[in-house]
């Protein structure tokens, strides 16, 4: 955009921050009263574009990636929930079971949020997210990730949730290591996926090394500066 054209972004901005000021009694109403700042919220976030008004951290993201984040932002301002339910595509008679008694039984609605994920049979969990995506599905992707040194099908129990002393995570975390390469590799193997995915237009909620605080998994409860930031990093 334009030098004039951000101008007039960010003066719509400080209006709209001002409407919400407003709305939540931290500013003196004068002449404008809350259904007046209501309709400047909602004018002034029609008209900004997604990248202005909701600015993505990643300057890469598709259009696809800013309007998912627009609509996730909208639905919170509005007050309301996305509900999911988490895909495994281990037992597939389950998932389907509670869909429906989800769907029939308690809500009468469809989850809107579907949850894969991609250390198992990560092909046909792509297959099944590209289909869900044209169904209006909002794809969410987690990744039960075995140790960098890992071969083979991933054994939850035992490579997921398997030991990994401070000394391979001091390795892990110094760059041009063996197991730092060894993660490497396996990160970029991962990649493969999500591209896959983004060649489909298919923006997705990525949810990798997930529960870091928590003890069960390799990644788990590393604290400091060389714990998990530094690998999120």
């Known amino acids: 955009p334009s030098a004039q054209a951000m101008k007039m972004y960010q ?29 400047i919220q909602s004018f002034i976030k029609r008209i900004l574009r997604p990248e202005v008004y909701y600015k993505p951290v990643n300057p890469k ?25 988490h895909h495994n595509q281990l037992h597939m008679p389950n998932y389907t079971k509670d869909l429906n008694r989800i769907d029939e039984a308690v809500t009468g609605a469809v989850p809107m949020v579907w949850g894969g994920d991609l250390a198992w049979d990560a092909d046909k969990v792509v297959n099944l997210s590209i289909d869900h995506h044209k169904k209006g599905y909002l794809i969410l992707m987690t990744w039960h990730a075995a140790r960098p040194f890992d071969r083979g099908p991933v054994n939850f129990r035992q490579q997921t949730q398997g ?18 390469k060894l993660w490497l ?21 990525w949810r990798p090394f997930h529960e870091m605080n928590g003890e069960w998994f390799w990644w788990g409860d590393r604290k400091g500066e060389n714990g998990f930031k530094k690998l999120w990093k």
């Open 11 to 39: 003066a719509l901005y400080d209006a709209g921050v001002e409407a919400e000021l407003l709305l939540n009694d931290r500013a003196p109403h004068g002449d404008l009263g809350k259904e007046s700042a209501v309709a």
């Open 61 to 85: 993201s598709t259009t696809s990636t800013r309007a998912l984040l627009e609509r996730l932002y909208t639905t919170v301002e509005e007050g309301k929930i996305f509900s999911g339910l």
């Open 163 to 180: 030991k990994f002393t401070k000394e391979q995570w001091a390795e892990l975390v110094t760059e041009g290591t063996e197991m730092n």
């Open 185 to 205: 590799e396996q990160v970029d193997s991962i990649a493969q996926y999500l591209k896959v995915l983004q060649k489909n237009d298919v923006p997705v909620l």
